[in-house]
T-cell receptor, first 116, second 110 residues
Framework: NAGVTQTPKFRVLKTGQSMTLLCAQD?????MYWYRQDPGMGLRLIHY???????AKGEVPDGYNVSRLKKQNFLLGLESAAPSQTSVYFC???????????????FGPGTRLTVT | GQNIDQPTEMTATEGAIVQINCTYQ??????LFWYQQHAGEAPTFLSY????GLEEKGRFSSFLSRSKGYSYLLLKELQMKDSASYLC???????????FGIGTKLQVIP
């Protein structure tokens, strides 16, 4: 099993350009997440999905859109990139929550995005 | 919302024991996670506590006190490879997401 994979690994964008980050998982997990990680800020949730065809906003959703057309894929889009979106982006997945179940998150290797 | 506090940085000596604390304020608590993240890599799951007490897993242990909103991660027999950031994360009942603290960067020195 590959676990959680992300493409691309690195990307440099100019302000105003658009791009899509792809996350794929082969563990048949129901839940998927997109985070950004910045120095001194920790991991912050952008958007998440609890199943195919459903998405929800996280803590910092502005400037991003997501789609979950297939259970195994979760796409993060930047329509008009800004320098403030320079960050490391992590995708994660987990099993459906059960009361008191562990259901830890499995993370992809990350995408390092620079917006100039 | 949730408020999670943990020290930003810690330094410890190889072979020693180190305790990393995490305090949180939340309603509807439904579990606390610890993740390890080496520089430039993805976080990986270390431990989970939902009931009060100590969970032991090899050299790593995690403790939880729900009444105090407090957890710690205990690392024994420190090795150089334990140099990493340790992330505390809290899950709230009824939600499918967790909130992460900023992480504690641990440096193990010879």
């Amino acid at each position: 099993n590959a676990g959680v994979t992300q493409t691309p690994k690195f990307r440099v964008l100019k302000t105003g350009q658009s791009m899509t980050l792809l996350c794929a998982q082969d563990m048949n997990h129901e839940y998927m997440y997109w985070y950004r990680q910045d120095p001194g800020m920790g991991l912050r949730l952008i958007h998440y999905s609890v199943g195919e065809g459903t998405t929800a906003k996280g803590e910092v959703p502005d400037g991003y859109n997501v789609s979950r057309l297939k259970k195994q894929n979760f796409l993060l889009g930047l329509e008009s990139a800004a320098p403030s979106q320079t960050s490391v982006y992590f995708c994660a997945s987990s099993r459906m929550s059960r009361d008191r179940g562990i259901n830890e998150q499995y993370f992809g290797p990350g995408t390092r995005l620079t917006v100039t | 919302g949730q408020n999670i506090d943990q020290p930003t940085e810690m330094t410890a000596t190889e072979g020693a024991i180190v305790q990393i604390n995490c305090t949180y304020q939340t309603s509807g608590f439904n579990g606390l996670f610890w993740y390890q993240q080496h520089a430039g890599e993805a976080p990986t799951f270390l431990s989970y506590n939902v009931l009060d007490g100590l969970e032991e897993k090899g050299r790593f242990s995690s403790f939880l006190s729900r009444s105090k909103g407090y957890s710690y991660l205990l690392l024994k027999e420190l090795q150089m490879k334990d140099s990493a950031s340790y992330l505390c994360a809290v899950r709230v009942k009824g939600y499918q997401k967790v909130t992460f603290g900023i992480g504690t960067k641990l440096q193990v020195i010879p």
